[in-house]
């Protein structure tokens, strides 16, 4: 206990930094999902292969694997490009922004299954209620789509957002100094990794209890139309 | 045989080499000669998923009929396990096996230090677990979906809650379980790529390797990530065919 107090400043900014990684990949996830979800169901054809391809290949892929892959790969594709064009010199991607990156293109494909699986549950109805009101697209997507789109999704958002919480914990590896790190390297240097370990695993169950309870909220406020159906 | 006749697949290699040194950005013929260290990687996956499924399910099953019977106390012990092994990351659990238990001497001295000494087992037994907590919750869901009217005709024709529960509660609840126990074995394959994390070789460990050997930025994780896709798409094949079979006798006739 003594060994947590004395780096609990650590422990508390590693908390902060994977809170912060976490809510930016989500952002990320959210507003890829939300286009990869479009680009399927009202995409051309092409758009729609596009996005089945992204989905499948990002599904079928470890998150750390992918994380290495495109925190690596990506950086050396885009200096060969600044290379070959001769436009920049090189360039060395900031680690929290390729974390927060590469988690949003990871959980962007399982969100767009999401959204697309809520969108499919709208009763069509609803659709058609918006066009004989004589609604324009942008029109019945903010006013009808989206609302009820995300009381649809929303549970299922809820479970991606949990998986994405703890991928967080992968983002060491890129040598991001997130709250696995300051553990391990605290727990290395007090020789007590136990109990560091332990802490990282009751912050983490205190950050998921927290988001089942933000989650349940959120989702009593999208729904809240639905009783009148 | 003679050598003048044309090889097929050492021209083929012939092609990835010269294509490799004057062309491509991904050096595959380094790649590909290093396939037994890939081979090896992929042994080791296998292994380790296979080992923390079956694990999981002699584990999570048993736990599974507590929760679901209700059973004071264990139901909860049961409910606490679930929520803490699925709410943090399997990382940390490997982590605190490998290198959280290894502080004390009690563990040290130990018969159970034979096995967490060793990370691969390490690796495994935190699968185990982890994956012991997912199929504690799947096998629930299983359970709770046999219709009470089942159970009803198994008593009304003096089976005992044991036999009931052999011959028709857990035949009906585990053939309802398989498409999710399918996403099990996907996701358990997904993380156990962090057991290059702690040093194991396997898919990931050895293009991690590969990297490390040959200062590669990258081209050792391309490799790991085909063969994931590779392993990915075999295994859906086989699991869509085991749930064809089983889920045969409530397929229309028809079709």
């Known amino acids: ?229 | 045989m003679n050598p003048d006749a044309p090889d097929p697949l050492s021209d083929l290699w012939a092609l990835v080499t010269a294509f490799s040194a004057d062309r491509s950005p991904v050096d595959f013929a380094l790649i590909l000669s290093h396939w037994p260290m890939f081979l090896q990687g992929l042994v080791n996956t296998l292994l380790l998923v296979a080992f923390g499924l079956a694990a999981g399910a002699l584990v999570g099953l048993p736990m599974a009929v507590l929760r679901w019977h209700r059973t004071p106390v264990a139901s909860q012990a049961v409910g606490a396990f679930v929520y803490v092994f699925r709410g943090t990351p399997l990382l940390v659990q490997a982590y605190l096996l490998y290198y959280g238990l290894a502080q004390f001497a009690a563990v040290r001295d130990s018969p159970l230090w034979i096995v967490l000494r060793e990370p691969w087992w390490c690796c495994a037994v935190a699968f185990a677990i982890n994956s012991a907590a997912y199929q504690v919750e799947i096998y629930r869901g299983g359970l709770d979906a046999v219709p009470k009217g089942e159970i009803e005709a198994a008593t009304a024709i003096g089976m005992s809650p044991g036999m009931a529960l052999r011959r028709l509660i857990l035949p009906s609840a585990l053939r309802r379980c398989l498409p999710m126990l399918g996403n099990e074995s996907i996701f358990l394959l997904h993380g156990s790529a962090i057991a290059s994390m702690l040093t194991v070789i396997d898919v990931l460990g050895a293009g991690r390797r590969l990297n490390a050997e040959y200062y590669l930025a990258f081209e050792g994780f391309l490799a790991a990530t085909v063969i994931y896709m590779a392993l990915v798409w075999i295994i859906t094949r086989i699991l869509a065919r085991v749930e064809r079979r089983t889920m045969r006798h409530l397929r229309a006739l028809a079709s």
């Open chain 1, 1 to 229: 206990m003594a060994d947590l107090w004395e780096y609990r400043w650590l422990l508390f900014v590693g908390t902060g930094r994977t809170i912060a990684l976490g809510l930016s990949g989500l952002m990320l996830a959210l507003v890829i999902g939300l286009a990869t979800a479009a680009a399927r169901i009202g995409g051309g054809r092409i758009a729609d292969r596009l996005a089945r391809g992204y989905t499948t290949f990002v599904r079928s892929v470890p998150d750390l694997c992918m994380m290495l892959l495109l925190f690596f790969g990506g950086q050396t594709l885009l200096n060969h490009v600044g290379h070959w064009t001769g436009w920049w010199d090189y360039l060395e991607i900031n680690a929290f922004a390729a974390g927060a990156l590469t988690i949003g293109v990871i959980f962007g494909a399982y969100m767009a299954e999401s959204f697309r699986g809520a969108h499919a549950s709208i009763p069509r109805g609803q659709f058609e209620a918006a066009a004989a009101f004589g609604m324009s697209r942008t029109q019945t997507f903010r006013q009808v789509t989206f609302p009820l789109l995300m009381g649809y999704a929303l549970p299922s958002l809820g479970v991606n957002w949990m998986v994405l919480l703890k991928s967080t914990a992968l983002v060491s590896v890129l040598g991001l100094q997130d709250l696995v790190y300051f553990a391990t390297s605290a727990g290395r240097s007090s020789r007590n990794p136990f109990a560091f370990l332990v802490a990282v695993m009751v912050i983490y169950l205190l950050l998921t209890a927290l988001s089942e309870w933000v989650l349940a909220r959120l989702e009593r406020r999208f729904t809240r139309g639905r009783t009148l159906r």
